[in-house]
């Protein structure tokens, strides 16, 4: 059983800085690729980022160079370094996990966590 617990949202000023965390269980982690999705009411949900079993990353254009993802593969978990939070990234953000291979599309993911809510006050 794959379990996938998100934590670390909140409440922000524009500006504002939060770290999501994801815990993720079972024991081929480090094989896994893990992404970082966001949703709004009525909206798709749309990627942020993702990291590759090997450390590759990559960033949805709206978030680069503002949002880290980093993965500790002793503690099953990855990191969301979200800095210089806008208003528009307030979201319900969601981690997943990728058996093989990591990608940008949600479909490609079959676990995934309960989601934590981020908000950010102008």
């Known amino acids: 059983q794959v379990q996938l617990v998100e934590s670390g949202g909140g409440l922000v000023q524009a500006g504002g800085s939060l770290r999501l965390s994801c815990a993720a269980s079972?024991?081929?982690?480090?094989?896994?690729?893990m992404g970082w999705f966001r949703q709004t009411p009525g909206k798709e949900r749309e990627f942020v980022a993702r990291?590759?079993?090997?450390?590759?990353?990559n960033y949805a254009d709206s978030v680069k160079g503002r949002f880290t993802i980093s993965r500790d593969n002793d503690k099953n978990t990855v990191y969301l370094q979200m800095n210089s939070l806008k208003p528009e990234d307030t979201a319900v953000y969601y981690c997943?996990?990728?058996?093989?291979?990591?990608?940008?599309?949600?479909?490609?993911?079959?676990?995934w966590g309960q989601g934590t809510q981020v908000t950010v006050s102008q």
């Open positions: 997943a996990r990728q058996p093989y291979g990591s990608t940008s599309v949600a479909r490609d993911y079959p676990y």
């Open positions: 079972g024991r081929t982690f480090s094989l896994s690729g």
């Open positions: 990291i590759s079993s090997g450390g590759s990353v």
